[in-house]
């Protein structure tokens, strides 16, 4: 059979199974809560996400035998083409499917893979990643949280912040101090239960009055040995791994805002601004519009083609300019949607404002983290001059 | 990149060698340098032809070799690397395109195999001024009982001055800024009639502009149909826009490398000066316009080979991604090599001129980003 045969008779298969398995209830319904956060879904939404996590699709190119879905890049996309067409989003996401499992896969033992890879494609274990802290930002390997050999387990103690998530979620993997005399060598890769005795998270409040980011402390934390992913002080080559897929991720991810929900640029402009002999009233507007559109059109074409040559070649550092790419993707597109809606653009809460513009200035306040989190543009553009243009000095 | 075929890896391993070797931006210069009428040197064209790429979308049967867009493509982008300066852009892959798009078998055979054996060329002619406007056209046709007599001008027309014959755009009915009442003739250059002024451009590339009075054309001249040639205008426009935005492409990642080379080589405070974080920053935001252009470079021609509906839009995007990057990419060229750059010694300055001139031919960004967004219904 030809790779095209192929192609059409597993959309056939997925369009079959996504007839029987997705409840069209939830058609075009984003999951509720922060998806892949720890939500606890209930009703159509648990059945949604028991069907998808035991078909392993909810990880589809993942390996079948720790659970995965088993599947090509281009049955992945098919699968992705054929979601989309009928509006059924994944419930089971965030940093195990996007970050965490992907790094598994690469630097995981086989016991390991079997321990966490599952419980990550059911979407029954919710993950945090603790990196940030703060003496740690874009020079990420000053981090000082340390955690004391005591033999047959570590001794946990210090602070990580802007922690996606930690509040919901059931464990955290993260970069965490084991030497303080060797910055880079002094690193280990740990994974930790979020119930143990001695974590406490707060959330941090931000400009869009949303807390999605935390602060999270650790007094006298207890890890097992076993939690060691790789060996003790070499966990910062494991910890830049995860962040090359983290941006592969996040490049991956397509246009549109983290938490969703802004409307369509088309349709904010025909409904605030108006039309005038078939075109935007607002000329400068219009132009504006274009070269946003196609900023994102060129975007998700590349994502393709990245995405295909990723697929042979594992993550390459020239996605370091998809994670900048994204970020000003979003930015730009909420600037235009909140300068359209004019002086209904900035309305804070109540009834003088419909739900879309609230949840509109709220997302354009969030989307000036893009371009800050994981990896700042700055930190991303040294990267590419470094890695990818052979520049010296990064 | 996109995967290539074993094909297409061929020949762009053949252009890449012959361009490098036989055909540097060194020649360019000597040709410009000669003052050139015609803005091609011939030595250079016979070599291109007798390679063959002059026959890449014409059928065997016609002389020619019958790949595909995508093909012509990667050819195409190696040439805009070294600035080749010749009719293979314009009358293999712009008439020939008109030819194989609404062409009569008849007018095929008589043109086809002289432009697949670099013999003939044949370009369009559809601008009439400054700026690229295709339903603008107000060439006059007038019908007699045995055919048509054209009375106007077109300008900028690339290697008017050479051309064996024109594919011109004509109005037949209605009025300037109509979609409907265009015509396309293809109209022999010696026609009595025709008279053309060959014009000296900063790029140094051929474009003449050509004056029709009283020209007859036969019933035979017309490709596709009288008076309702618009759709079939612009899909052989659409060709032209992703065939010079590969070109384009080529262009500017070649001036994209040499300024890369500069950044790691040239110092100032005792250090190369791509290790500040200024110029490093603007070089990786160049790198990823690279990467999108080349992206929707190749997504416009792979849509022609399949005859997409998204053929407008891509193609509309590509040749707005990829001028906008030649456009950046030539000015930072300059920039980026200070004073050096401003001379003529030195190779920028072609990178510039070009620039500008394939930026505006078929469109330029501002054209192509009005056309992307009619197509939302804003």
């Known amino acids: 059979m030809s790779s095209e045969n192929r192609q059409d008779s597993f959309r056939e298969e997925a369009r079959r199974w996504l007839t029987e398995n997705f409840p069209a209830t939830l058609a075009h319904q984003r999951p509720p809560g922060i998806a892949g956060f720890g939500a606890k879904f209930r009703g159509d939404w648990k059945v949604w996400q028991s069907n998808l996590g035991e078909k392993g699709w909810s990880a589809p190119t993942w390996p079948a035998e720790f659970g995965g879905g088993g599947l090509t890049p281009q049955e992945a996309r098919v699968l992705a083409e054929e979601m989309a067409a009928i509006g059924a989003i994944s419930p089971i996401g965030g940093f195990g499917i996007m970050m965490w499992g992907p790094t598994l896969l690469d630097v995981g033992t086989e016991e390991q893979k079997q321990r966490y890879l599952p419980p990550i494609i059911r979407g029954d274990i919710h993950w945090c990643q603790g990196y940030s802290e703060p003496g740690a930002g874009s020079d990420l390997a000053n981090l000082q949280s340390f955690a004391e050999d005591k033999g047959d387990h570590f001794i946990l103690n210090g602070s990580k912040v802007w922690t996606s998530g930690a509040l919901e979620a059931d464990w955290m993997y993260g970069v965490f101090r084991t030497d303080r005399n060797n910055k880079y060598e002094g690193i280990s890769f740990l994974t930790l239960d979020m119930k143990s005795p001695g974590v406490e998270v707060k959330p941090i409040t931000l400009i869009s009055g949303q807390s999605p980011f935390n602060e999270v402390f650790f007094n006298d934390v207890v890890i097992p040995k076993e939690d060691l992913i790789g060996e003790k002080n070499q966990g910062w080559n494991i910890g830049k791994r995860l962040l090359l897929h983290e941006r592969q991720g996040i490049a991956g991810s397509g246009g549109g805002s983290v938490i969703g929900g802004s409307y369509d640029l088309e349709k904010v402009a025909r409904d605030y601004i108006g039309l005038e002999d078939g075109k935007l009233a607002d000329g400068a507007m219009r132009e504006r519009i274009a070269m946003q559109k196609m900023f994102a059109h060129a975007y998700a074409l590349t994502r393709h083609r990245f995405g295909d040559e990723a697929a042979v070649h594992g993550p390459s550092p020239a996605v370091g300019i998809m994670k900048v790419a994204w970020a000003r993707d979003n930015q730009n597109r909420e600037e235009l949607l909140i300068e359209m809606l004019g002086n209904r653009g900035l309305g804070w809460e109540g009834a003088g404002f419909s739900d879309k513009e609230l949840l509109t200035v709220r997302t354009w306040l969030r989307s000036k983290a893009n371009s800050i989190e994981g990896g700042t543009t700055e930190i991303n553009l040294n990267l590419v001059a470094k890695r990818v243009l052979g520049l010296k000095g990064y | ?378």
């Open chain 2, 1 to 378: 990149m996109a995967v290539l075929t074993e094909e297409q890896s061929m020949l762009k391993d053949q252009a890449q060698a012959w361009s490098r070797d036989e055909s540097p931006v060194a020649k360019f210069r000597q040709m410009r340098d000669s003052g050139v009428a015609m803005g091609f040197d011939d030595a250079t064209w016979s070599d291109i032809a007798a390679m063959g790429w002059t026959g890449i979308l014409i059928p065997e049967e016609l002389g020619g070799s019958g790949m595909d867009h995508a093909t012509f493509g990667v050819v195409l982008e190696e040439m805009g690397r070294q600035l080749v300066a010749s009719p293979l852009f314009a009358s293999s892959l712009v008439g020939a395109s008109a030819l194989l798009l609404g062409g009569t078998d008849a007018q095929r055979q008589r043109w086809l195999p002289g432009v697949a054996a670099g013999d003939a060329i044949v370009t369009l002619a559809v601008d009439e001024g400054p700026h690229h406007r295709p339903e603008g056209i107000a060439l006059q046709v007038e019908r007699s009982i045995d055919g048509f007599t054209l009375t106007g001008s077109k300008t900028f027309v690339l290697e008017g001055g050479s051309a064996d014959a024109f594919v011109v755009a004509a109005r037949t009915s209605g009025e300037p800024g109509d979609k409907a009442g265009i015509t396309l003739f293809l109209i022999p250059s010696d026609a009595d009639g025709i008279s053309v002024t060959s014009l000296k451009m900063a790029d140094s590339r051929g474009y003449a502009d050509l004056t029709f009075s009283n020209v007859k054309a036969g019933t035979d001249t017309v490709l596709g149909e009288v008076d309702n040639a618009f759709d079939l205008l612009d899909a052989l426009l659409d060709r032209a826009r992703a065939g010079l935005a590969a070109e384009m492409l080529g262009t500017a990642c070649e001036a994209f490398d040499r300024t890369l080379v500069y950044l790691k080589t040239r110092e100032q405070f005792g250090q190369v000066i791509g290790s500040f974080q200024s110029l490093g920053h603007r070089a990786a935001t160049l790198f990823m316009d690279m990467e999108f252009a080349r992206s929707c470079v190749e997504a416009a021609l792979r849509a022609i080979d399949d005859g997409s509906d998204e053929v407008p839009i891509l193609c509309s995007l590509a040749k707005c991604k990829a001028g906008e990057f030649l456009h950046d990419m030539s000015n930072d060229m300059i920039q980026m090599h200070g004073g050096i750059g401003m001379t003529d010694e030195f190779d920028a300055g072609f990178f510039l001129k070009r620039a500008r001139a394939a930026e505006a031919a078929f469109g330029g960004q501002s054209f192509h980003r009005r056309r992307y967004i009619s197509h939302f219904g804003i």
